[in-house]
């Protein structure tokens, strides 16, 4: 087993709601870290959302199409805002070459996208914010719910979720490594402690990592190489359907050996992962994203924690090898402590 070379035991501070890991709170280049949000949700139309998160971040909406908008942001960058529906959009842009004007009458599109919206998430895609602005979102999430956004419990068959997208502090195997080993004793916990809905874990979008794949990368060493790490991570996880998905980030290290195995055209290179547990609850008074973050941060925390996390990295071997498994697994405790203690600082 590895110990990751990151900085120990690094600091966290609250900034308005928000866990900040000021260590490190930079990337390898030097910038700030910055996370990308996504908010599934239904209740309001696309051209609802669209002024929703104009008003909210004082932005500009520029139309694409019945299905997608975006909202510029001066300081922030492109809010997208669209139906998460793949098909739509595509039949949607191709109409839309054709039609000459977003604002040109479709009356087709705009029967297909009403009867999609019943059924399918609109989703706002935040860009990329540095760490410490993360609360500039909330007057975002707060006008949405006012005007009507509905979450994960708005009815049985939403599977709507909150997608982060975290940037890496660097892009060495042993920190991809570290990171890895922390989800992975960690996974279960987080669906615990996330409270994920019933609905979504029976879908397969969220998808645990096996226990062949979680054995593998607890065996890692500090030799951990960038090609053994995408081979295995592929080889195991052929699909965009995990609960902590690596594609977008392996097509940004080694695009070719990635399309070699998953050649899809919605996997987005960036360097993030992309985790997808958390429920979205912008329904409710005071929900907040930070919810969300506070917890993933649980996972930077014991990444950065070497010695905490080779010692539950050794319990989940221990327990995997035993053939009756009815009690909860020893190490949640401690998570439920690094929790605690983050929140508390």
């Known amino acids: 087993m590895c110990k990751a070379r990151l900085p120990q035991n ?36 696309l051209d609802e959302i669209s002024a929703a998160v104009a008003e909210s971040m004082q932005g500009q909406v520029e139309p694409l199409s019945r299905m997608e908008s975006i909202v510029k942001v001066e300081e922030l960058g492109d809010f997208k805002v669209e139906l998460d529906w793949q098909l739509g959009k595509v039949m949607a842009r191709y109409r839309q070459q054709h039609a000459g004007s977003p604002d040109d009458e479709d009356p087709l599109m705009d029967w297909i996208r009403d009867v999609a919206s019943e059924v399918v998430p609109a989703e706002v895609v935040c860009p990329p914010v540095a760490v410490d602005k993360l609360d500039c979102l909330d007057v975002m999430t707060e ?18 979720g909150v997608h982060i997208n975290p940037e890496l502090p660097d892009l060495e195997p042993t920190t991809i490594a570290a990171y ?40 890692y060493d500090e030799s951990i190489s960038l090609t053994q790490l995408m081979d295995d991570y592929l080889r195991h996880n052929p699909s965009r359907n995990r609960a902590l998905d690596l594609l977008p980030l392996l097509r940004h290290l080694d695009e070719d050996r990635l399309v070699a195995v998953i050649d899809d055209d919605r996997i987005k290179s960036r360097p993030t992962f992309h985790y997808r547990l958390p429920n979205c609850s912008i329904e409710e008074q005071g929900w907040s994203l930070s919810d969300s973050w506070n917890l993933w941060c649980v996972i930077e925390s014991l990444a950065h924690s070497p010695d905490i996390l080779q010692s539950m990295e050794q319990q989940w071997l221990d327990r995997h090898h035993k053939l009756i498994k009815l009690d909860e697994p020893s190490w949640h405790k401690q998570l439920d402590k690094i929790r605690k203690d983050l929140l508390s600082e």
């Open 10 to 45: 690094p600091i966290v501070v609250t900034v308005n709601k928000y866990l900040q890991i000021e260590r490190p709170e930079v990337t390898a280049t030097g910038e700030s870290r910055r996370v990308g949000f996504e908010l599934e949700f239904s209740g309001l139309t």
């Open 143 to 160: 006008t949405l719910r006012e005007a009507g956004a509905v979450g994960t419990h708005g009815a049985p068959h939403y599977a709507f």
């Open 180 to 219: 890895l080993k922390a989800f992975c004793v960690a996974q279960n916990w987080l669906v615990k402690t996330h409270e994920v809905d019933l609905t979504r874990r029976i879908t397969p979008y969220i998808d645990l990592f096996p226990a062949a794949y979680v054995a593998t990368v607890l065996n």
